[in-house]
């Protein structure tokens, strides 16, 4: 089956802008948690979806948001760009709430390298 | 603040050693996860490991559990150009969202 899809694969924005990026999860999977990957400040959670609800929320300000549709695919957006958001923007996909402890294995889909200059 | 530790942060080494990845925290998990990343790619998960004292294998990786469930290590023996790559824990809390570790980057060479 396929795995965890991420578009657009590279982005580059000016600072101020805003983006969106897009996340479509394995069929069936109900979770998207999106994650934020720099080389200073490793992996962090940014939110997790599940049913068209934000679940949990990780330390990030409010220009960071997210939805979910119906087919649980998800959206990630941005504004106000500025040179620190640039990052590796991770999407993963779970059968479960990953954030009830279930421990369910989290399947990450190959992320967005957004540049922000 | 949650906090997980890795070390060592880099790891460069020859085809056939033995190696270990260490990850500690101050906090106590009711599991934790090894995952591998590779260049371009997203984190693909190892094991899971939930018990207090697990040990479990994975052909030649080796995880295990302290028994406090606030640590954990990964142990390669006879390490492989294969298993280059990024290697993170990551916790979890009965309440929490996931936190990863600092992250261990290996280099194995022929």
């Known amino acids: 089956k396929a795995g965890v899809t991420q578009t657009p694969r590279y982005l580059i924005k000016t600072r101020g802008q805003q983006v969106t990026l897009s996340c479509s999860p394995i069929s069936g999977h109900r979770s998207v948690s999106w994650y934020q990957q720099t080389p200073g400040q490793g992996l962090q959670f940014l939110f997790e979806y599940f049913s068209e609800t934000q679940r949990n929320k990780g330390n990030f300000p409010g220009r960071f948001s997210g939805r979910q549709f119906s087919n649980s695919r998800s959206e990630m957006n941005v504004s106000t760009l500025e040179l620190g958001d640039s990052a590796l923007y991770l999407c993963?996909?779970?059968?479960?709430?990953?954030?009830?402890?279930?421990?369910?294995?989290?399947?990450f889909g190959p992320g967005t390298r957004l540049t922000v200059t | 603040t949650q906090l997980l530790e890795q070390s060592p942060q880099f790891l460069s080494i020859q085809e056939g050693e033995n190696l270990t990845v260490y990850c500690n925290s101050s906090?106590?998990?009711?599991?934790l996860q090894w995952y591998r990343q590779e260049p371009g790619e997203g984190p693909v998960l190892l094991v899971t490991?939930?018990?207090?004292?697990e040990v479990k294998k994975l052909k030649r990786l080796t995880f295990q559990f302290g028994d406090a469930r606030k640590d954990s290590s990964l142990h390669i023996t006879a390490a492989q150009p294969g298993d280059t790559g990024l290697y993170l824990c990551?916790?979890?809390?009965?309440?929490?969202?996931?936190?990863f570790g600092t992250g261990t980057r290996l280099q194995v060479f022929p």
């Open positions: 990551a916790g979890a809390t009965d309440t929490d969202k996931l936190i």
């Open positions: 490991v939930v018990t207090g004292g």
């Open positions: 906090s106590v998990f009711s599991s």
């Open positions: 993963a996909s779970s059968w479960r709430l990953v954030t009830s402890g279930s421990s369910d294995e989290q399947y």
